[in-house]
């Protein structure tokens, strides 16, 4: 079971910057696709960012696009959410995950994630 602890959540004001990473305990995490979910109050879980084992290969939900940038650094084993003009809707628990299967890529689709680690919180205050 891959082990995956996120780091630099807090809270931040209205058009700050904020950036949170993940460390994975994965011996293979370059060949995994990786992601960014977040869960706001009283809403589903969703997945605002995904990049692909393949460089350069990445998605992003409508809500963050053009704000939030993700990006994995394969020889520290760890991956990265740089969130830019931050907004209160923004607020949420933000987790990492992978997928399950190396060496796949399905952009938005949220089926192929089989790890997850416990989530940081997210406090955007307007």
């Known amino acids: 079971q891959v082990q995956l602890v996120e780091s630099g959540g807090g809270l931040v004001q209205a058009g700050d910057s904020l950036n949170i990473s993940c460390v994975s305990s994965?011996?293979?995490?370059?060949?995994?696709?990786m992601g960014w979910f977040r869960q706001a109050p009283g809403k589903e879980r969703e997945l605002v960012a995904a990049?692909?084992?393949?460089?350069?290969?990445?998605y992003y939900s409508e809500s963050v696009k053009g704000r939030f940038l993700i990006s994995r650094d394969n020889s520290e084993n760890r991956l990265h959410l740089q969130m830019n003009s931050l907004k209160p809707e923004d607020t949420g628990v933000y987790s990492c995950?992978?997928?399950?299967?190396?060496?796949?890529?399905?952009?938005?689709?949220?089926?192929?994630?089989?790890?997850w680690g416990r989530g940081i919180q997210v406090t955007v205050s307007s």
């Open positions: 990049i692909a084992w393949i460089a350069g290969v990445s």
């Open positions: 994965a011996h293979a995490f370059s060949r995994y696709t």
């Open positions: 995950a992978a997928y399950s299967t190396p060496n796949t890529y399905y952009s938005s689709k949220e089926f192929a994630f089989g790890s």
